[in-house]
């Protein structure tokens, strides 16, 4: 089921939303994006190394699993969980608080992990992330944007996947 976009309670006649967005990119060809949160998860064993998963990418089950099943990446994830559960209603609270135009604001809080190729950790990660955010904020639109995949699949569920056209570096 997608996630629902529902509006941020505000007063008077603003209508304010916050839209989350996921992005995993490459370091070896990319500068990162513009980001209100960045993380480098180059620290996340690499399966480009593994010869049965380098053709693969992080939308595939065996890269999710090979990844997100090491130690560090489950602590990592924990810790990213707790934390966005503090930052995101901060940030929706400071959206209702800004003064702005009677009309529809939207804005973006963008999240976005890196690795070496922008094709397997950082896109497993990026995948899990949005899928914990949308567990804690269902009321969010979540849009996983993986810059490195030339096409991806409409997975997890519960978000909206997105690539460049590009080829793999």
């Known amino acids: 089921m997608p996630a629902i976009d529902k509006n941020i309670p505000s007063s008077g006649t603003n209508n304010r939303k ?11 060809s990319n500068s990162p994006p513009k980001a209100n949160l960045l993380f480098d998860v180059r620290f996340i064993d690499n399966p480009f190394w593994v010869e ?3 053709p693969l990418n992080g939308l595939d089950k065996k890269v ?13 994830l924990s810790a990213f969980k707790q ?25 973006v809080f963008t999240i976005a992990f890196g690795c070496t190729g922008g094709w397997h950790r950082s896109v497993a990660v990026s995948g899990e992330a949005a899928r914990l955010i949308n567990e804690l904020f269902p009321e969010y639109e979540i849009e996983v944007v993986h810059k490195e995949i030339p096409s991806a699949d409409t997975s997890p569920a519960t978000t909206k996947q997105v690539a460049r056209e590009e080829t793999r570096p």
């Open 18 to 28: 916050l839209k989350i967005q996921v992005i995993s990119f490459a370091y070896k």
């Open 64 to 76: 999710q699993d090979f990844v997100l099943k090491q130690d560090v990446s489950q602590q990592f």
């Open 52 to 54: 049965d998963l380098r």
């Open 83 to 107: 934390m966005v559960k503090m930052i995101i209603p901060l940030q929706a609270a400071s959206i209702v608080a800004k003064i702005g135009t009677p009309s529809e604001v939207e804005t």
